[in-house]
């Protein structure tokens, strides 16, 4: 799949923009804060309906203007989509082919994408919501369940942990925590089994990748940590084994007022060797555990989808020797790639494909012919 043209509106420091984009190879470099990230942010919100960067919807809206609107028009299966999103302080009007779009997960995973930018580098140092995130933007792409299921998740967290904070007039509400955790237990064990099968392909191919970058030297492992009473997450027992644990741990929730079982708690470990790469690793061996999970997340959605989604490269290729920048340019997906840097001598790896600048929130195609 890939996007041919794209269209910004007051999109951050965008008043009023448009490209086309090549089918293979895009490069595009310009100095610091000129709209290169901001250019992927768009692309990414548009197919995954979340803002890459930390913050809210509408802060993408350019200062001092009522709404922002981003145009992509793609190329998926064979079939031509148009997407359009006006972000507004209040909210966001979605449409794909002219007809209104409210359901987020009717939209994620329509068009796929996967971003590798500086700040996935904390994917393996910093806390478990990182990796959280990491897993739930891949799986969501692949299946809608999933989206639904992590929502009806949080939904009863939500309300479990009112009624476990409650301060008085808690005992009335103890049945229907009944009701709460055994909802939560289906929930959770079906996100875990989703999570597991996810992790478990994700080590072979990451493994792979890591092998080839290390010549040999380097084996990467993932170990899923999910709730304790699981034995092997890829079973299909999870619904009792979570709901059992639920029922132990009851006197302890309510003690604690903390929801102490549930896939919120998951988190993955990476290890190099036998040892988590977190503790262990150095920041040239952590750079090429990113890369090699970011490439195996590429490879499960071109696999399990059929088409190689588009890749989005956020100002990775400085931290990368020439060995690896050629690799990711040219070689790392057989589909799109959208690739932003400040050095255009780095750029001189590229066999084929286009080359643009940005300046001021002004894009420029750049290539010959
Ligand atoms: N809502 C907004 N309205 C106007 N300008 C904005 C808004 N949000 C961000 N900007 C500006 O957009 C500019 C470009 O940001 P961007 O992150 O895309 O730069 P960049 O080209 O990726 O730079 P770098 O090479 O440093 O990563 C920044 O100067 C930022 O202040
Ligand atoms: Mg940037």
Redesign the pocket.
């Known amino acids: 799949m890939h996007i041919s043209s794209l269209r910004l509106f007051d999109f ?2 965008y008043e009023s923009a448009d490209i086309e984009l090549s089918e293979g190879q895009n490069l595009i470099f ?10 992927l ?1 768009s692309i990414f919100y548009i197919s995954c309906l979340k803002t890459m960067r930390a913050g809210k919807d509408a ?5 001092d203007c009522p709404s922002a609107k981003i145009e992509g028009s793609f190329n998926a299966y064979g079939r031509d989509i148009d997407i359009s999103c006006t972000i507004t302080k209040t909210g966001r009007r979605l449409f794909v082919n002219g007809i209104p779009e409210t359901r987020p997960r009717d939209h994620i995973g329509l068009i796929k994408t996967v971003l590798f930018s500086p700040d996935d580098l904390q994917l393996i140092k910093e806390g478990p919501a990182l990796r959280r995130r990491f897993m739930n933007i891949a799986i969501s792409q692949l299946r809608p369940a999933y989206i639904k299921a992590l929502s009806e998740h949080n939904k009863i967290i939500e309300s479990k942990r009112k009624i476990l904070k409650m301060e008085t007039g808690r005992e009335v509400y103890l049945d229907y925590l009944d009701v709460l955790n055994e909802k939560l237990a289906r929930a959770a064990a079906y996100i875990t089994l989703e999570r597991g099968m996810f992790l478990r392909e994700l080590m072979a191919l990451a493994s792979a990748t890591m092998i080839d970058i290390s010549q040999g030297r380097e084996v990467l492992t993932i170990r899923y940590n999910c709730d304790s009473s699981i034995e092997d997450p890829c079973a299909e027992d999870g619904f009792e084994r979570i709901y059992e644990h639920l029922k132990r741990r009851k006197d302890a929730e309510l003690a604690s007022e903390m929801c102490l079982v549930g896939a919120h708690r998951d988190d993955f470990t990476v290890f190099i060797n036998g040892e988590p790469a977190r503790d262990f690793g150095s920041q040239g061996q952590i750079r090429s555990c990113v890369l090699a999970l970011k490439c195996a997340e590429h490879g499960i959605i071109e696999r399990d989808s059929g088409e190689a989604p588009i890749l989005l490269l ?2 990775v290729l400085s931290e990368l020797d020439p060995k690896r920048r050629e690799f990711l340019i040219n070689d790392a997906s057989r589909g799109q790639t959208i690739i ?1 840097g ?1 050095d255009p001598s780095m750029f001189s790896e590229l066999r084929k494909g286009k080359i643009f600048t ?1 300046s001021k ?1 002004c894009i420029v195609n750049k290539t010959e012919n």
């Not at 310009?30 to 250019?39: D, S, V, Y």
């Not at 802060?59 to 200062?63: C, L, Q």
């Open positions: 951050r420091n310009g100095e610091n804060a000129q709209g290169k990230t901001n250019l942010e802060d993408a809206i350019r200062r956020d100002d932003t400040c940005v929130g």
